[in-house]
């Protein structure tokens, strides 16, 4: 089937560009013919003309999209599906004006984000149905971008390079092999297509925030190769501000480019090659000093000439895709990436003396660390019919290699101490050196080869069936180079996924699935002992509605599910970055999700999610809920285009608003004390006229002054009132 795409304004050429490869997370450039008589099928087509079997138009359709290749590696309606899956599209995050990752996910149900409140070092940090997400949920374009460094490093995204956010819930290792018990977040990446973008953005914002954006694309005259460059560059301050320095703000730099190019030699092959680089620099800590009494202090433990996180990464991917016939397709997609980082800040180590109950005691730490990682990924697609049912059969195989070696530094050869800080008149702006006492000098290597099947059946239009089936090896190597020590660790695990939809005419589409995951665990626990793998296995009920012919979805679902060696901080770790394996964490719940066209030109997101967490096994925290997972979360977003209304005067401009409620979290393990819930409120105000779109965002409108989490001893502060202005030509 062939569809017609028609750039007619911005907004539209936006969400359109975003449906020709983002339903798939792989190149499959839009067709710009028209539908063929009788006569013209029986001939082959000529470039640029690109049949695309099973799309249409309007596969995105402003905030709703209709199909995904994340849950199953094959191109399937959302609807038939077994699993719960949100998609947060190009069109969103435009006209939301996301910033950074984890504010994309805002209103995403069983998602939390910024736990660690604002955090402008680039990390990611997410819980996925009450699990920690950061990076074990970390995919890019169907592959496992989850390597994790073995202090600080893990693989960080930039927003505007990306298409679309498949956020993917509950147990996932059939299909990837690392995927956590919590679920997969899968950042789809722009990449060429056949109506290339051609686009420039200005912006400004509080905090002296300034960036410049551009994507910019082209298709040769025979349509056989495509080319796309995306790249920004950003300087801002930030909110984190030192106290008596004069109102000194922390700063953040980040510089990004990723070209590609795809080349179709024929109608049935493709070929993408893809490549970025993202430089990041930062000085923002964001750790506050907890008051004696437990109170927020409103001092930064560190110092505003000491912290840094800087870290540089690149990768380079390609994916290849072959249809032999319309009835078998091969499919190879492979991703190197790599980081290095280099890190150094202060932490606080308890108050001094009863003499000085304000002077809080610090130590300073340094690391330089390497990170890697390598994923191929090669798979072969049937479609076959044997009687009445109807197989989409996918058999695959793939290799993911991780490496990564931390040096940690702390203590100085010379005796030198980092000075303390009076929390009730602090001093900041002291000469500070880098520590030199190498503390850690280790590297990890893990690799994992796994083979997996999957049939989904059809059976009289109604029914489908999705089994899953994998296996895995995994050897992993340690060593410690301080103690001259090597420790080897060979492990397999079979994972499974069972799946049961049926269609009704009118578009409910009730569903029941089970599903595991396996999960090996980079790095060390205080012991330096390597932590054991992770598994997790769900169960999944809910039901999905989409009207025929409306542009909404709404979903429902509950979901029993439990995962054994999960990871915690450490609480005789002073440092609050040292991980201990707990025994076993159950979570059960209830998330709902509707996104919708309610009238034309008005469109809605609400979610609800309500999450029972606790570990379950014999711990000294049995009973009890993990630390910064709330029991609560809403939200709801409006967006209105009032060029709907039909009065000329009005055309181009939109007004959009949302607010987001996030329940109390627990302190510590033990459950002693609690966070408080807080609710925030977003807005956006756009107007667009030709080839120009000019959007304010807010976000925490009201500037409500809350704390995301407190633990170890430290206060978390929320992200403050953001104000942004962005002006977008399109050329």
Known sequence: MTFLLSIDSYAQSKQESSGQSAASGNPQPASVSEPKTESEKADPPVFPMVTVEGKAADEIAGYVAKRSITATKTDTPILEIPQSISVVTRHEMDMRS????????????????????????????????GFNGNPNANFRDGLSNAAQGLFFNSFITETYGLERIDVLRGPSSVMFGRGDAGGIINRVTKRPNANPVREIEFQYGNFDRKRIAADVGAVSKDGTIMFRLVTTALETDTQVRYPNTGGERAQNERFYIAPSITWRPTNATSITLMGDILHNRSGSSPFYIAAPDGGFSNVLQSDPKFARYNTNQSSFSYQIEHHFNEFLTARQNFRYTQQTGRFQDLFSTGFNTVDQPALADRDAYATNERLSQIVLDTHLQAKLNTGPFNHTVLLGADWNQTNATLKYFQGYNNGFIPPSIDILNPVYGVPIPRPDVLGINAKQRIDQLGFYIQDQIRYNENWILTLSGRYDRIHSRDNDFLSVSTTKVKDSAFTGRAGLTYLFSNGIAPYFSYSQSFLPQAGFDSSDKPFDPTRGEQFEAGIKYQPVGGRSLYTVAFFDLSKTNVLSRDPADETGFRFMQLGKVRSRGVELEARAELL??????????????????????????????????????????????????????????GVRYIGRVFNEEQNISSTPAFTLFDATLRYERGPMLFTVNASN?????????????????????????????RF
Do not use: C
């Not at 993990?626 to 000329?648: E, K, N, R």
């Not at 009201?702 to 962005?726: C, K, P, Q």
């Open 600 to 657: 034309r030109g008005l469109n809605m997101i609400g979610s609800f999610t309500y999450h029972d967490v606790e570990n379950v096994k014999d711990t000294d925290f049995k009973g009890k809920m993990p630390v910064q997972v709330p029991t609560t979360m809403t939200s709801g977003w409006l967006d209105y285009s009032f060029g709907a209304l039909g009065i000329d005067w009005l055309r181009g401009f939109g007004l959009g608003g």
């Open 701 to 729: 409108i009201f500037d409500n002054r809350y704390i995301a989490s407190t633990f170890f001893g430290r206060h978390y502060l929320g992200t403050e009132r953001t104000v942004i202005g962005t002006l977008a030509f």
């Open 98 to 129: 996301v910033q950074n990752f984890t504010e994309a996910l805002r209103y995403v149900p069983g998602v939390t984000v910024d736990q660690f409140g604002f955090d402008g070092r680039g990390f990611e940090y997410v819980l996925m149905r």
